[in-house]
């Protein structure tokens, strides 16, 4: 790795299906509506900082706001998150959604990360052209998976580079949203602190529609908190800090890729 820290934001841009989780119908124009919602709100905020953040995109609402797709500021990395949220095929969604988003955006499609950061055969991936993948979270997640015995830094295998979504040394604490959204700031800052002295990047991942307009679903507090705003200034305060400290570099996932390249030579 590089001699400077790396602080990779990314996002999840999905339709927002979370309330078909809890038992709540949502039609798939809505989910696209609160997910542009929110979208609209996160990018406003990290562009206004000048902060690349690298967008994980499914095809389905790539298809949906294609123009949105288009004015994506050429500082930030467009990369795949399959072609839809809540159902995948290995053997086309892959390919179908890094097509797709290459034809929109006029960009090469490099990096993918499955939903719910799922695993996904690496052969796969490489098979369908992308160069890097980072769908590990080295944690345990209750019912989801567990992941406590893999790395907690960029790693390259099966002829792609992992780059895990990072948790603190130690206990692994995972510092994904769900730890942004209920941990005081304080404590969130100190584990990344540690994280990003110990591993030399931080890999952190939000999903727009916590930024949208929740009310009317029935969600766990936990999942819903800082919906009406306080969310995006918490962010912002966050993103702010580290600017000021100078605690990294912000930089796409990418960019980050190419030091990691640029060292194993």
């Known amino acids: 790795m590089g001699s400077t820290n790396a602080i990779l934001i990314t996002i999840d841009v999905e339709e927002c299906d979370i309330p078909l989780e809890y038992g709540f119908p949502i039609s798939l124009e809505e989910q696209l509506r609160v997910s542009k919602q929110g979208l609209d709100r996160f990018m406003s905020l990290v562009d206004s900082l000048e902060i690349p953040v690298t967008i994980f995109c499914t095809g389905v609402f790539a298809q949906n706001n294609s123009e949105w797709i288009k004015s994506i ?88 580079w992992n780059i895990p979504a990072s948790v603190s040394p130690g206990f692994r604490i995972p510092l994904f949203w769900l730890a942004f959204k209920n941990f005081p700031l304080f404590f969130y800052r100190y584990l ?57 570099e912000f930089m796409t996932m990418q960019s980050f890729v190419n030091t990691l390249l640029d060292g194993s030579r």
């Open 73 to 160: 500021h050429p500082r930030h990395e467009l990369a795949s998150h399959g072609f839809y949220h809540g159902k995948f095929d290995a053997k086309t969604d892959l390919l179908a959604s890094k097509h797709l988003l290459e034809d929109l955006s006029g960009r090469e499609i490099h990096g993918f990360r499955m939903a719910r950061m799922q695993h996904v055969e690496e052969g796969e991936i490489l098979k369908a052209g992308y160069s890097y993948h980072s769908s590990l979270n080295p944690t345990w997640i209750p019912r989801r998976y567990d992941h406590r015995d893999k790395p907690m830094t960029p790693f390259y295998e099966h002829g792609l």
């Open 192 to 248: 990344s602190a540690r994280a990003l002295r110990k591993n030399g990047f931080l890999n952190l991942y939000f999903h727009p529609w916590e930024f949208g307009d929740l009310s009317e679903y029935p969600l766990p507090s936990y999942v819903k908190r800082g919906y009406h705003g306080t969310l995006l200034v918490k962010l912002k305060g966050l993103l702010l800090g580290w600017k000021r400290e100078k605690k990294g």
